[in-house]
């Protein structure tokens, strides 16, 4: 059962879920004071040594094996072999676990899973590296956004799923008067859980957007498969070995939780989610396969797609302070991010600022010059921008001068002082007026932005929620120092359900999202239809069953 | 605002959901100490003199008028006339009171919606006499079903609405340390309305299935639509008038709930949820025209459809007693209700009963006699089967005698002694064995039942599933004196998602939902996706979203 520690640590997360205010169950910082003097170097040597040889954390064994990982940094194989497996036989192992893991408690559930979470920790560095070498992010956000980050977010679900579990009473005496008796009932509910689920991830960001998928399905008693992107396997096959651990340490059958690799060569989501017994998908990636997954008849999603994220600037206090934080949020994973700005949309009057008025093209330049200052800082750059992970980003990068803009930034060669085969890209910026709208109403993904000249800021919003609500948005950044304008960017981005964040500047970036406050992802554009970790992502996932017999004559 | 008479109103119901215990807020009897000694006359008049006219109770006008509503007891039509309007009109006037009513606080919203219940609670006789002379209904079931216990459903959506909006802060001060300083940023959250909303009303229950959707588009900031059966208008135009007049009342525009009438000349149904705009649609109705409102991409649909329902009797204590109780569920408004049972699971070694073994043949025959007993008591009878809404219920209950299945109650002429004309049908009752799957694995909708015979309780259960996942089921009675067959079923239908009511004997039925205690219709086979009133049925009318600042440096 759920131990009286672990029953605090939970109650805590879920007192963050309603009080909104910031709450971290896991220390970002991988201080050694926090983490261990050793944790660092021996996560490191942990992952030197999963390199080259099959992957044998698991409790699954296969006469198959493969994997496709190549790391970012070096450009070599990983050379890791996973065990594969038919999606017919990862969902028969699933569906013979299924009424065991539905009808255990939520207290057992989320002691298994907060075990399981336990296991998560003591891998942080381990899976940073892991996470480095397979997405191409810098150290630091490897190891945040993989280990703690990650970790919080899959708390977070569990916590609202118990929360759910046990929202309404389990059983209760229900008694009708009827004039001269009564009719009383015994009624009791379950939670009774949807079926298989099936969790899809993401090339770059394997553990984050993978563990609250998982987590939530896992505690509303879904046993659930893992599908990683068969680039960036090693650290949610880290996280599925710790998960496999905790259920076998606590009793339950570790094909509760399995891990369903595939290779490039022969991917298996298809067929894997389209199996009827497979109930639950949640997915990260593309908008092409997510709208496909959208579409399946039968099934209940909860996808994470592509979005055209806009910047709207009006006026401003501190120019420089607002660009300092604009170059940042431009170059940090070297746009790869799913929070990361594409669209700056400036009046052609200028930003109003402390200083005067800033005409776009000044702008332009000066966020060039900020971009350049930072990626040219030796202790900085290269731990911002990291790797590019996907070679058709590099390309992506490359080609941004044949769109027929006017280029501001080029990109140009980069080199990393660790990682001399580093894959890298410099970030570009072009400059091109409002009219030009195919060429920046898509998405294109990596360090590629335009400033967008308009007619005026009604003008800029205007492009900016027509953007999000056709082509979708996980974000958006506003500048202004107008309280009607910011009502009136308000109202209008609330009604393409896109979370704003106003007159960013200092250590805080639009592309930050935090556990247990922002809701990641509204769920309302196209840019997907589910949102960490609100009370539906866990509703969805069971179904409330009823039942009810007369109660026993009182003596 | 919302008086502190409502919100303590409010606040009960909110109460009532989280027991789970007996609430009841509209007292369901019809005495005239509760709603006045001239409630009853008050309200046959006011029926009456609402016949052969326009209706004029709402807050719309056009040149184009049409209505199709004829009595089920007389035969005759109401000759009431509707304003009609295209889908168009319609959207558009939704559309322009969206922000409006969106930006009002759940506490102006709610405070409405009460006020408007209060009129509804005015018109429960009215309401009555109109739902019996357009679905049928026998007056008692009219005036309950239709007044408290649809008023009941209406405020539980207010109150699960109300909850879910105010579950989270509205504003939070989140801080963040950073070691030697703090970030600090102001976070709101709006609760978005998905849009415009469509309710689409059915012809045997036209305000108990259409409130609760009605009232949780409302609450959660949806101008409604609602669209009813052109066979039952009037109960719901009363309420859609109580509505209008609360809303201009409180100094809000009647468009934020309108009527949609059509005439099944020309129906506008597919048109008006097509329409962009409209964003979500509840639907009560046939299972083909619910899975198209289901796979309409881009809206969140609330349905309930079609389901085979079953009683699975394995052992009794008091054989009369069941029977007595499954022949008033059989004959209860004529199975015109979406709970009503059709199949009668029996083993073939008979059904264990305190005075020995009962074969499936003369359970049948049992069950026959009683059901004759119920309907031939002139005290009783005409008051519990009511009349049939539509002519192809009556047809379908005729042709039964053609399915090839051993007739045991054929059905028979019955006479109404109030209206002679009244359209009525004698419940039929067939035996087969359980491999003619082929003739009961269908919704026939009316008074039609099967005692069907299995190899044992297993079989049985296996069957009810299967009946469950694959055709959909609402409710579902089981007799079993064994905890461990209980155990088996409820293990067993759990996994159907179906609610099952254990040995009901006396006054209380396999067909009853009650309010703030069942979840109508689980969501989870295909007999529906939605559940009155469960978190989800909210949640899905609104989206959060965030927004946050940097906080101004404190003093």
């Given amino acids: ?154 708390l977070e679900a569990v916590a609202m799923g118990y929360e759910e579990l046990n929202r309404f009473p389990a059983t209760t005496e229900w008694e009708k008067p009827m004039g001269k008796y009564s009719i009383t009932l015994n009624k009791s509910w379950r939670a009774v859980p949807k079926g298989v689920a099936v969790v899809i991830g993401c090339s770059t960001f394997p553990t984050w957007n993978t563990v609250p998928g998982l987590y939530a399905s896992l505690i509303t008693g879904n046993p659930t498969i893992v599908k990683p992107h068969p680039m960036a396997v090693l650290p949610i096959a880290i996280v599925v070995e710790c998960i496999q651990k905790a259920l076998l340490a606590n009793g339950f059958s570790a094909d509760i939780c399995q891990l369903g690799t595939d290779v490039a060569a022969k991917p298996i989501t298809k067929e894997l989610i389209e199996n009827p017994a497979v109930k639950l998908v949640d997915y990260t990636g593309g908008t092409t396969f997510g709208n496909y997954v959208e579409s399946l008849a039968g099934k209940t999603t909860f996808t994470e797609k592509a979005g055209v994220n806009s910047i709207i600037i009006d006026s401003v206090d501190d120019l420089d302070a607002v660009l300092n934080n604009l170059a940042f949020s431009l170059s940090l994973y070297s746009g790869q991010m799913c ?131 056709t082509h979708g948005a996980i974000s958006c950044g506003a500048y202004t120092t107008s309280a009607d304008v910011k009502e009136m960017i308000t109202d209008e981005m609330a009604e393409a359900y896109t979370p704003v964040s106003f007159n960013l500047t200092g250590g805080i970036y639009v592309n930050q999202n935090a556990t247990f406050s922002d809701f990641h992802v509204t769920g309302g554009n196209p840019a997907g239809n589910a949102s960490f970790t609100n009370p539906e992502y866990v509703i969805k996932r069971f179904t409330w069953v009823g039942f009810r017999e007369p109660a026993a004559p009182k003596s």
Wanted: hydrophobic letters at 45%.
């Fill in 339 to 469: 929070t990361a700005p594409q669209n700056f949309f400036i009046k052609k009057e200028g930003i109003q600022t402390k200083d005067g008025i800033v005409s776009t093209s000044d702008f332009a330049t000066r966020l060039a010059n900020a971009v350049t200052a930072l990626i040219d800082n030796p202790k900085a750059g290269p731990h911002i921008i990291g790797a590019i992970q996907n070679p058709a980003t590099a390309a992506r990068v490359q080609k941004a001068a044949d769109l027929g803009a006017e280029i501001v930034l080029p990109t140009r060669e980069l080199a990393n002082p660790m990682f001399a085969n580093a894959r890298l890209a410099a970030p570009v910026i072009m400059k091109v007026s409002a009219d030009k709208e195919s060429l920046f109403s898509q998405e294109l993904f990596g360090p590629i932005a335009f400033v967008i000249e308009t007619n005026d800021t009604t003008h800029s919003v205007a492009l900016a929620k027509e953007m999000a609500l």
């Fill in 1 to 154: 059962m759920l131990s009286e520690q672990r029953k605090d640590f939970l109650n805590k997360a879920i007192a963050a879920i309603y009080s909104r205010k910031f709450y971290a169950a896991y220390p970002e910082h991988p201080a050694p004071a926090i983490y261990g003097e050793t944790a660092d170097a021996d996560g490191k040597a942990a992952f030197e040594a999963a390199l080259s040889k099959p992957f044998t954390g698991l409790a699954q064994s296969s006469t198959q094996h493969g994997g496709d990982e190549v790391s970012p940094y070096t450009g070599e194989s990983l050379g890791i072999n996973y065990p594969l497996f038919t999606p017919a036989e990862l969902v028969e192992k699933a569906s013979a676990v299924k009424r065991s893991w539905g009808k255990a408690t939520a207290d057992e559930r989320a002691n298994v899973l907060l075990h399981s979470l336990e296991l998560f920790k003591d891998n942080f560095f381990q899976i940073a590296y892991a996470t480095m070498h397979t997405t191409g992010q810098a150290y630091m956000m490897s190891f945040q956004a993989s280990g703690p980050h990650a970790a919080d977010r899959a």
